[in-house]
Each structure stands twice: as C-alpha cells, then as structure tokens.
C-alpha cells in the first residue's frame, strides 16, 4: 500500500448548532483520486478548508502529508494546491501577472517563477493569450488559469472543488482531461463535486457526502454492493416467446421486468449473463443482445438519498 | 493545550505591500484623487505666496502651508479634509473586494498567514498615503526655493517633515478604520459610506455635539474650570481636533498653548511676550499627546481589524 497522504480523525466542525461536518475519518492514499460526492451543504468545502487549515476545525484532527494544517498550515500550503469553487483572478492584471503573484507569495526565485509560469499556462493552453487581462477571459479560461496556478507550485497534493462547475460540455470534458494527466504523474487529487458522472469518469474511489458524515465510501462498484444491494442488472433483447417466466426460475435471479415485447431487464446477485442467453435459446427465442449495466454513480446516488429521506 | 502556529506570520508580507502599491497607483480612483490634491497644492500655494506678509523672514516656508487668501482656506485646511478622503478610497474594498472578486480564497490558500494579508494591506495604502502627500511636500518645498530665493532653514525642514508625519498619521486612522470597516461589511459601498459617516460625524458634527454637551453640563454645575476641561476632553476624541492641534502648533511656533486659553493662562503670557517663537523642541513638546494619539488610534483601529479578520470565515 502507499504512505497516507490525507488522514482525518473524528474530524468535526460546528457553527453554533449546525454541524457542518461530524466526525469524519477519511483515508487517502498517494497517487490515489478520491472524490467527495454529496448535495449542496453535504459538508465538502468545509472539510476541504479544515484540509488546508483556512477554518479551524472544533474537533478532531487532519494531517495533510504528515503536517498539522491548524499548526504547520504554511507547510501544507506549500505543498498542496488549490483551486476553490469559482475561481477569481484580478481582472486588471494579466494572466502572466496573476500567476507571478503567486509565485512571489509561494517564494519562488524570479528564474524559477519566470520557467514555471510559463511552463504552466503552455499546458494549460494558455500561453498566446498570457498578457490578456484576465477580466477579458471566459470562465473555462479562468478555470483553467486556476489550474496552471496549481502547476506552477509543483504540488504533491492537488484540491479541486468543484472543478466542473459552470462549464459547458465540452470544456468539462478537456477539464477532466487534465485531471486524468495528474493522476499519470502520480498527483494525489481530491476533488469534490456533485456531478456524479464526472467523478465516476475519473476517481478511484469514492466518499458519499451527507449531512456531514461520509456515509458510504469505496470504490464505485463497491458502493453499488452497499447501495444497491449487490444487484447486476442484465439488459435482453431477444424476439421470440415471452421468457419473464424462464428467467424468473434461474436461481440467481431477484426480478425481472419485460420493459416491451422484446426487452427484459433482470436483476440478479451475480452476473449470469451466461445463464440468461443459454435460457433464451433454450426456449427457443432469437438473442438479438445481451449486456451487463454498470452501476452508475447516479443511480446509486439516487438510491441512497431516495432511502435517506424516506427514513 | 492551545496549538501554536508555525513559520512566521511576516512571510510574503513584502509581496503584498509591493503589489498593493502598484495597484493604487495605477488605478483611476488614486489618479483622479491626486489631481485633486495637486490643484489644491498648486492654487494654495500661488494664494500664500502673493499673500506672504512683506517684511518678515521667519519661518516664510511654514507659512506656505498655513498661509490663506478669503474665501479659500490654507493647503493645510484643504489636507485635513482631503487626507481622509484618500485614506478611505484606499482601504473601504481592501477585503471585501477580495473577497466579491472570489481571490480571498485562492490568496490565502497560498503558503503565508492572514496577517500579512491584511497588514500588507495597510501597509500599502500607508505607504501609497506617503508617497502622494510626500511627492506634494517636496513640490511645495521646491517651488517656495525657487520663488522666494532662499532655502529654508534646518528648523523649518525640521517643522515641515514633522508636519508630514503628523499629517500620515492623520491618515492612518482613516485607512484603519476603513479597512475595519472593508473586514465587517461585505459590500465595499457600504463600508465607504460608513467610514464617510464617521469621518463627517467628528469633522462637522462632533464640535457641535460638544458645545451642547458642555451647556448642559454648564446648567448643572457652575465651575468654569470643570466646563473647560470637559470641553477639551471631549474635543479631543475626534482624530480630527488632535489633527488640527498639532499641526496649528508645528507650523506656528508662536502658538504656546492648545485649546481654550483661560484667562489666567493668557495673561500670563502677555508678560511673556506672545510673539516670541518657541523653540522646536518645546512646540514638539505641546504636540506629543496629540501625535501619539493619532498613531495610538492607528494601531487600536488595526488591532480592531485584525482581530475581526483572523476570526471571519473566508466562506459565506
């Protein structure tokens, strides 16, 4: 296993009667992208905060690469990057000159700032327009200036809340895009986010955010196990006799719906895709496909608040 | 057990001074301020220097910044309502606007403390404060040389730099409290109109509030001497009479008393010779409560902003 790199211990933040977060305790692992999911509210930005000691927690503590951030906070900093949700930048500066600030407070050496920052805004494919002030720029430009900032202080720990917000399909895409790129130079990332399929496209695992308690946490699939209920479901198209009874008497089977004359959906423990097609054939229908649906974050999100609020 | 924070809260404190001077000083409301303080100096100055009384040689450079024609005040009377004003413009947005441009977040997530943000920021607009009023000084200075044809003497470069630090000081409290005010409130027009508030209630208000306080002290009790000086305590408070005060006896070295004078007092000094000039020294002496009160006030007002800016939370 990888050294720990985030490690929380009861970690709690309250203002006045609200609990913000309660009693967290996440582990993450170096080269690992974890991602915080959950509503609005759910607690994300506060624990980042705690996480970079910008808010003190009221109990509990955080070690962020080995340092306290409430007493080693410039330790942290300088090594973790991050990006907040709605980024802002000073608009009658340009590109080039908001990130020198940076660089200044990060104590780089001009030589060294000078390379980076253009090293940065060339990756981020900012580099033709990095005398522009930056109030000319749209807000993918401005995420992605974000983002060279974050680059040009070499971190071993990148923060991003909320990276997506915002941005349109396309830019979203590019932006995930990048975030794929850390993960190959084995950046430990951490990112927060309410879109569900973004998170899934990218993150190894999974925190479910709720109420300020992680609820669930895992990887993808895991959580469809402890969400779901362990369900496969099983998608055929197959033209023939009705087969709902034949599938029904497989052993594995939980249910089986015929969504029209020639498309079933069986929900079963296991993946007995094997067993559905020998059936159908056996009964004699004509198999026009078979396929397994992966649990999507969605539906497990869907799933979870659904029983959360019904309780 | 309370933690102790490491590595020094100063880091990066000279980043943000510099980056904070550049701002002001290249920005609009700086440039439209300085031509007013500018247009000011320059009519002012051309008023005291026809209007110089003829004959005497004593302390004539001083007498450029105190020197008025009617209706116009002096430069200094015109400094005591234009020094305020600029230290508000500098320090109403200071946090605010970090915080409404959403960069609050992302600075501080840079590796140096809150402290150096926010006394960088008052650094810079002190310093932005001292180099406009300093550049005017020196212009003044310069174009008395020229057209008066002496140099001034080492008392009166004494006097006048002086002068200018009271007068940064002055400032000071303005900056301070517009800065508290930028940390409190989140829209930046409501932390200029009411540092504006505060600054119109002791210039305009404050003096009336005391003369009505002291009549109806007047009406209870009848000693002279308790009215005097409660009148005098009163007046004090406002950053604006120690202003007022000290610089009237920096740049007047006749002036040998602050406030009211009591009968006992002047007459006394009628057997001394009124005229006569005190020395530096004894004028520095007359001023050195109201000199350290304007940078006391400074510093409360700092203390008071920082305070309020270690505790907020940089989320809404």
Known sequence: ?311 | MKPVREGSPWRGLWVVVAKEMADHLTSVRMGILEVIVLVTAAVTLYMALRNLPSGTSDFLFLRLFTTSQEPLPAFVGFLGVLVPLIAIALGFDSINGEFNRRTLSRVLAQPIYRDALLLGKFLGGLCTLALVLTAIWLMIIGLGIFRLGVPPTGEEVARGLLFLLATIAYGGIWLGLAMVFSVRFRQPATAALAAISVWLFFTVFWGMLVGLIVQAVAQWSGQVQLQVQLELFLARLSPHTLYVESILAILNPEVRALGPLLLVQFLQLEGWGVRSPLPLSQSLMLVWPQLTGLIAGTIVLFAIGYVLFQRQEIRA
């Not at chain 1, 500066?93 to 020198?100: K, R």
Request: aromatic share 6%; with cysteine.
């Open chain 1, 1 to 311: 296993m990888n050294e720990i790199v985030i490690e929380t211990h009861n970690l709690t933040k309250r203002y006045g009667d609200i609990v913000a977060v309660d009693n967290l305790n996440l582990t993450i692992r170096a080269g690992e992208v974890f991602g915080i999911l959950g509503p609005n509210g759910s607690g994300k930005t506060t624990t980042i905060l705690m996480l970079l000691g910008l808010t003190e927690p009221t109990d509990g503590w955080a070690r962020v690469l080995g340092f306290d951030p409430m007493r080693q906070p410039l330790e942290v900093k300088s090594r973790v990057g991050y990006l907040p949700d709605q980024v802002g930048f000073y608009d009658e500066l340009t590109a080039w000159e908001n990130l020198a600030y940076t660089a200044k407070l990060n104590g780089l050496a001009r030589p060294v700032a000078q390379r980076r920052i253009n090293e940065a805004l060339e990756r981020m494919g900012l580099a033709d327009v990095a005398d522009r002030r930056v109030g000319t720029f749209s807000r993918g430009m401005r995420q992605r200036l974000g983002v060279a900032e974050i680059l040009l202080k070499h971190p071993q720990v990148i923060i991003l809340d909320e990276p997506t917000l915002g941005l349109d399909p396309e830019a979203a895409r590019e932006f995930l895009q990048i975030i794929r790129t850390f993960k190959e130079e084995k950046i430990t990332v951490l990112l927060s986010s309410h879109l569900l399929h973004q998170v899934q496209a990218v993150c190894d695992r999974v925190g479910l955010f709720s109420h300020g308690k992680m609820v669930v946490e895992g990887t993808v699939m895991e959580l469809a196990r402890q969400v779901l209920g362990g369900a496969y479901s099983v998608h055929l198209r197959a033209v023939g006799p009705d087969l709902t009874q034949a599938l029904q008497k497989l052993p594995k089977t939980i249910s089986v719906q015929r969504l029209n004359s020639d498309l079933y959906k069986v929900e079963a423990q296991e993946d007995i895709r094997g067993e559905v097609a020998r059936v159908a054939v056996q009964v004699g229908a004509h198999v026009l496909s078979l396929g397994l649906e992966e649990p999507s974050l969605d539906e497990i999100y869907q799933r979870y608040f659904q029983g959360v609020t019904a309780a």
